[in-house]
Each structure stands twice: as structure tokens, then as C-alpha cells.
Nanobody, 115 residues
Framework: VQLQASGGGLVQPGGYLRLSCAAS????????MGWYRQAPEKERELVAS???????NYTDSVKGRFTISRDNTRKRVFLQMNSLSPEDTAVYHC??????????WGQGTLVTVSS
């Protein structure tokens, strides 16, 4: 399984970005897709996840600002990030967990929120 993430970049505080991740290869469904992030000198944390049927989970700090969605037909997951703050600056990693519990990771995309 390969994951290709895109959509990161530099944005001003209060701005928005949309991350996209495309999965390919043999995926054992149903599978959960999600986004993790790792800021400098911090541990990786789960930002949001979405189950195959659409159930979602968010970390408290992004609730109301970020929205995760998926397109099962095209094997993609998206993260719409609004009202970004400098605290959201991190490398964002796409993740897929298959039915057997195996995790797969994308290469990461850098999100920088700065004026």
C-alpha cells in the first residue's frame, strides 16, 4: 500500500488549506484513514480519522476547524483545515489502517502557519 499526500504549504494565521491523500495498492477493507501531525520537538499526534462508513474522530484542538472526508471509490482522504493558527504548524502524515490492523504511512506534507 502506498500513500501520496499533497496540499501542504505556507499560510497566514486564519487562513485555510486542504490536504489530500491518495492510496494505491492492495488495501484490505474496511479500513480507517486519517491524518497525524508532528510538530518540531513534539510527538506525533492523531489529528483526525474517518472510518470506512464515514464515522469521524477529531483531536480536541481541531474540532470545529478541521473536517476530514473520504472518497472510497477513488481511495482518497481529505483534510479541510480552516482558521489555521501557528500551533497547527507541523508535518502532516496520511495514515491508513487496514482490517488486520496494519498501518501504512504517507511521506508527510509540511504545513506552516505564519505571518
Amino acid at each position: 500500500v502506498q500513500l501520496q499526500a499533497s496540499g501542504g504549504g505556507l499560510v497566514q494565521p486564519g487562513g485555510y488549506l486542504r490536504l489530500s491523500c491518495a492510496a494505491s495498492g492492495r488495501i484490505i477493507s474496511p479500513h480507517v484513514m486519517g491524518w497525524y501531525r508532528q510538530a518540531p520537538e513534539k510527538e506525533r499526534e492523531l489529528v483526525a480519522s474517518i472510518g470506512y462508513s464515514g464515522s469521524v474522530n477529531y483531536t480536541d484542538s481541531v474540532k470545529g476547524r478541521f473536517t476530514i472526508s473520504r472518497d472510497n471509490t477513488r481511495k482518497r482522504v481529505f483534510l479541510q483545515m480552516n482558521s489555521l493558527s501557528p500551533e497547527d504548524t507541523a508535518v502532516y502524515h496520511c495514515n491508513l489502517k487496514n482490517r488486520l490492523g496494519s498501518h501504512y504511512w504517507g511521506q508527510g506534507t509540511l504545513v506552516t502557519v505564519s505571518s
